[in-house]
């Protein structure tokens, strides 16, 4: 399995995942031109991608989706203005197939109509897709323990946001149940999670005014030695709105 983090922040995310000839977007909220400067370096045209898995409807996720045809799509019922067909919508825990890929939708915690997030399992390999949530249940948990790859959400440092110039509305939504993981709720949650099968992580959507790269992985790696005694061997690093973050076996050729 391969994978590569396009855009990841408050201002556009996006993710392609590829096994064997099966090609996949999770979300579009990027510009058509964007998405393809940064489709085009791996080699992968809009014509190559079979599924747009959509985890909700907030526009730093879905302002770019008409990139793709609409028979493309899929997400959660009520999600989307459009009416899909029916086997375009997905259910919670119910897995299904694209190609050589086995998806299973799994429930978030959101201030959006049926936020969903991602466990992806193809070959021997498998990736946690998991952004945009305030904390995960239990029953999630259990489904995610000692995968592949991570892609998780890790958005804001607690004191850079509540000193931020951000209202005192939009900061208790953020840091809610409804809201986004900080980093040390990411980093909690990923210190129970990361297990011997786990290759690497991603901290995903980190906000730009209330956090940055460093901080996030420093506490990391700082929750790390707190819960587990020692740092995981694994690779961690940030996702980013500059540039893509490729991560999976791009050893070997996309088809």
């Known amino acids: 399995m391969k994978y590569c983090l396009l855009s990841s922040g408050s201002q556009g995310n996006s993710a392609f995942v590829c096994q064997g000839e099966t090609k996949i977007l999770i979300d579009c909220g990027i510009t058509k031109k964007r998405l393809l400067e940064r489709l085009t370096p791996l080699g ?14 907030h526009v730093d996720h879905v302002s770019g989706i008409k990139a793709l045809p609409e028979e493309k799509w899929m997400t959660s019922p009520q999600v989307l203005k459009e009416e899909l067909a ?48 305030g904390y995960l249940k239990e029953k999630v948990l259990k489904r995610i323990a000692d995968k ?9 440092d607690t004191k850079m946001l509540f000193t931020s110039k951000r209202s005192p509305f939009l900061i208790r939504r ?4 409804i809201g986004h993981l900080d980093n ?18 991603t901290l995903a959507h980190l906000s730009d005014e209330c956090n940055t790269p460093d901080l996030a992985l420093e506490t990391f790696k700082t929750v790390m030695i707190s819960e587990l005694g020692h740092e995981p061997d694994v690779l ?6 500059k540039e893509e973050v490729k991560g999976g076996d791009w050893e070997k050729d996309l088809s």
């Open 44 to 57: 992968v045209g809009l014509d190559e991608i079979q599924r747009l898995l959509i985890t909700h409807g």
């Open 86 to 133: 029916p086997e375009q919508y997905f259910s919670p825990y119910v897995p299904f197939q694209v190609g050589e890929l086995t998806i299973t939708p799994l429930p978030l915690s959101h201030d959006a109509t049926n936020t969903v997030g991602f466990l992806i399992e193809g070959g021997n390999e498998s990736l946690v897709y998991i952004t945009d949530t």
């Open 148 to 156: 592949t790859y991570y892609i998780f959400e890790s958005n804001h």
């Open 174 to 177: 953020i840091h809610s149940n």
């Open 184 to 201: 040390v709720e990411s980093a909690s949650y990923l210190a129970g999670l990361i297990g011997q099968d786990t290759k690497e992580v």
């Open 236 to 241: 961690v690093r940030c996702g980013s709105i």
